[in-house]
């Protein structure tokens, strides 16, 4: 895409501005030919054209206009003395965070009552490199309460909807960042994935979402839903996009115990370069009768562009995806039981008010009752019912050995020695189905969970994964829903899948398409 030259009319600048990805627009205020405080400007004006009102996409829970304002005309005055490059990478370029991710100015909640009114004393340290990069942030994104949810839905604040019709859901729980990113009101988005919550989301509304290696990112200032699978990422539009900023964010963090002490990757720098001979795995898993007919079409159109790049396409078996939710479903809500128990009127949270003669306990009960949702009570008494007396070995240990399959299944299949195919890449559907409508799967819990069939193994396995958009579904409505496919990689190899990811983007005519909002 042209950058607009220097004194166009500032609305049809401010138009165009929101048709720029990260890498075009950062490039733009590097010559010139835009500024920060133009960028945010056109952002922000988006933001208000499409956000808010009963048929507003709802991805943002609050913005920052006059602090985002002030800050990118901060890094307007820096390029102009320092030059773009001393500012940072990410000079100008607008940004949303995902509203479980702490920030030291505004609100951090959650999507939850409980934590309506919480102000966080410091900034997480993945939103703090993005700022130290030169991002402006905007504001914080919707989300299923403590990220527990596939849709969206489970918010304090309402549904976010999917750009492409707002009847639908965005997938979840990072929903809000994924839908502000594909309703260009930003051209990059943190969210969390736990399960899925970057790549299902990603999927479902047409943007490129990506799940680091299980310790490349630090959480520290993420609020924890399960501290064993939660991981920090980026959504963008394009795989660049993607890639850049993953060089910000990732990195050793001494205040994140499970942060892991290895070199950065350079991911924007070797994106570009295609991988000679490259193989991708693809399991016989994937090609399940369940998949939506677009979604089938969607794998084979990846493979079919995998083939045309010279990729050799190899089956493999992941016998242990059957496994997947099941286990998840276990460790998760067991984490998140133990993580929640903090949020209970007392250190944390939400206070109910209580009569003069109630004891301790019925202010905690009534508390976590008003401050939590329905689903997140749900997830907190099965976890605490899978911890409990009696139980713990049956579900628990059984579930973290199912983990421990999964782990070895794709071990297996990345490595050559022991007869293994050695694929460098394992390609799958990002979700069954396109996105499905609001309230539809409301009451059937497990239609829910479900969504994430393709997603929770590679939170399982600690591997890195990234969904690219791969087609649009025809509904039987008449709407065009997009779908997705997903790629994971071995821990700690972010260049290789973002090359690998380039590969399918280049071949898949996807970028200049947008959301008929």
Not at 66 to 81: G, S, T, Y
Not at 388 to 395: E, I, L, N, R, T
Request: net charge negative; with cysteine.
């Amino acid at each position: 895409m042209t950058p607009p030259s220097p004194g166009q009319n500032a609305t049809i600048l401010a138009v165009e501005l929101t048709d720029f990805s990260a890498i075009e627009l950062r490039d733009a205020i590097r010559s010139g030919e835009t500024s920060a405080a133009d960028a945010a400007r056109a952002c922000l004006a988006r933001i208000e054209e499409v956000d808010s009102g009963e048929n507003g996409v709802n991805a943002f829970i609050q913005t920052f206009p006059e602090r985002a304002l002030e800050q990118a005309m901060k890094i307007d005055e820096r390029v102009a003395k320092e030059g773009a490059e001393t500012v940072g990478p990410l000079a100008g370029v607008p940004v949303a965070i995902k509203d479980n991710m702490c920030l030291a100015h505004g609100r951090t909640t959650c999507g939850s009552r409980m934590l309506e009114n919480y102000e966080s004393p410091f900034t997480a340290t993945a939103v703090q490199r993005l700022i130290d990069a030169g991002a402006i942030v905007l504001g914080k994104t919707n989300l299923d309460e403590f990220a527990m949810g596939s849709s969206t839905e489970h918010s304090y604040f309402g549904p976010t909807r999917n750009p492409w019709d707002r009847s639908r859901v965005p997938g979840g729980s990072s929903g809000g960042s994924a839908a502000a990113v594909a309703a260009r009101m930003a051209p990059l988005a943190l969210g969390s994935d736990t399960g899925g919550s970057i790549r299902q989301p990603a999927g479902l509304t047409g943007v490129v979402g990506c799940k680091p290696t299980y310790g490349r990112v630090s959480r520290w200032g993420l609020v924890a839903f399960a501290s064993s699978l939660d991981q920090i990422g980026p959504f963008g539009r394009t795989v660049s996009d993607v890639a850049l900023a993953l060089d910000v964010i990732c990195g050793f963090d001494e205040l994140d115990s499970t942060s892991v002490n290895t070199s950065a990757p350079a991911c924007a720098q070797a994106v570009d370069a295609p991988i000679n001979k490259l193989r991708v795995g693809v399991p016989k898993q994937a090609r399940n009768e369940k998949n939506h007919p677009a979604v089938a079409e969607a794998l084979e159109r990846a493979i079919g562009v995998y083939q045309s790049l010279g990729a050799q396409i190899v089956d493999i078996d992941l016998p242990t995806i059957e496994y997947g939710i099941a286990a998840y479903y276990i460790i998760a809500p067991a984490e998140a039981s133990s993580n929640l128990a903090r949020f209970d009127g007392v250190r944390y949270g939400r206070r109910a008010e209580i009569g003069a003669h109630e004891d301790l306990i019925s202010l905690y009960s009534r508390s976590r009752a008003e401050g939590f949702g329905e689903e997140v009570q749900r997830r907190i008494m099965l976890g605490t019912f899978a911890l409990s007396s009696g139980y713990y070995d049956a579900y628990y240990t059984t579930a973290l050995r199912a983990r421990r399959l999964v782990k070895e299944d794709f071990d297996r299949v990345f490595a050559t020695e022991g007869g293994g195919p050695g694929v460098d890449v394992v390609l799958s559907p990002s979700t069954p189905t396109p996105a499905f409508r609001i309230g539809e799967k409301a009451d059937d819990p497990l239609a829910m969970y479900l969504e994430d069939y393709y997603t929770v193994t590679a939170n399982l396995a600690g591997i890195a994964g990234v969904s690219v958009p791969a087609g649009l579904a025809s509904m039987d409505d008449g709407v065009r829903a997009p779908v997705g496919v997903q790629l994971f990689s071995p821990p700690f190899s972010e260049e290789r899948l973002m090359r690998a990811a380039n590969m399918l983007e280049s071949g898949l005519d996807w970028n200049d398409r947008r959301p008929p909002l």
